[in-house]
């Protein structure tokens, strides 16, 4: 399966580390995705010794979720999975018709994701200040997907240059605010806009909302893709499970997506097929508004407009003053071309 070209907006099941390190529980989160409509499932790939020191504190929304314990690494040890279950999901999710996605955050992981032949990187808000990590995953020549969160136009300008630099040029920004959630006062969805005019490249929405309505907004304003945590069940202890939908959750944010693209329609404006058959029913016709006899001049107080519409329309009015009638039209009756001379 390939993630370019989009067709229509791209939907990421973010799994993350969801399956709090069980593969049981990743493989089920596989099928979820695959259920809800999601067009691929993303998974985070690291070895926690390689990405965080042993003292490093957790995050605060992290320990909200989490426990006392304060240890980050502790915390990312228990949510590992390694690199033969990751093959193992990427052959599920295969068998299931669904993309397989992950975010490496070291160069190991890099090179496992590689072997295991995804088609695109998923760059995580953390990592775009991290140049050297992001230079390697572009030398792997595959579309990155970059995610912008925690960071200014200069910042992200860096990383994109360093990833075309590389030859890569299948690029997609994701908008994104790393809170866990983030208020909809903060969440500033016309940068969408602000990315895709800058950079010239599609931009997408890493949603870290509550609920679905900002990936509908998101959608308006011309995302292509979307990307929202998703978990089985909200009540699981670990990091991201508070901020993520559920499997029906997920599945209304996914039709919500594509009702909003279908209502979003072409731009071009013209009456549908339903509008031509309504026409003749709700439009109006200029009608006799008295018998008019025939060779009579008709002048404007002889004439009225009315439904239907299958008539000549108001607007030739004055092609119709002042013409005489060749036959007699009765009142309430439509006049037509026919019947003037």
Known sequence: MSLLPLKRVFIIAEAGVNHNGSFRIAKEMIDAAKLAGADAVKFQTFKAENIVTFNA??????????????????????????SEEFKRLAAYARKRKILFLASPFDKESVDLLDRIGVCAFKIASGEITNLPLIKYIAQKRKTIILSTGMSDLKEIKAAVDIIRAQGVKNIILLHCVSEYPVRFKDVNLKSIQTL????????????????????????????????????????????????????????????????????????????????????????KSIVAKIDIPKGVKISDDMVDIKRPGIGIVPRYLNRVLGKAAKRRIRKDSLIRFKDLK
């Not at 929304?61 to 690494?73: E, L």
């Not at 959750?249 to 549908?272: C, W």
Request: glycine fraction near 8%; proline fraction near 4%; charge should be positive.
């Open 57 to 82: 504190k957790k995050a605060a929304y992290q320990a909200d979720n989490t426990g006392k314990d304060p240890s980050q690494y502790k915390m990312l040890k228990r949510l590992e999975l390694g």
């Open 196 to 283: 895709r005019k800058n950079f010239r490249l599609p931009v997408g929405f890493s949603d870290h909302t509550s609920g679905i309505a900002a990936a509908a907004i998101a959608t308006v304003l011309g995302a292509s893709v979307i990307e929202k945590h998703f978990t089985l069940n909200r009540r699981m202890k670990g990091p991201d499970h508070k901020v993520s939908l559920e499997p029906d959750e997920f599945k209304n944010m996914v039709l919500l997506v594509r009702q909003t693209e279908k209502a979003l329609g072409s731009g071009f404006k013209k009456a549908t097929k339903a509008e031509e058959r309504i026409k003749k029913d709700v439009r």
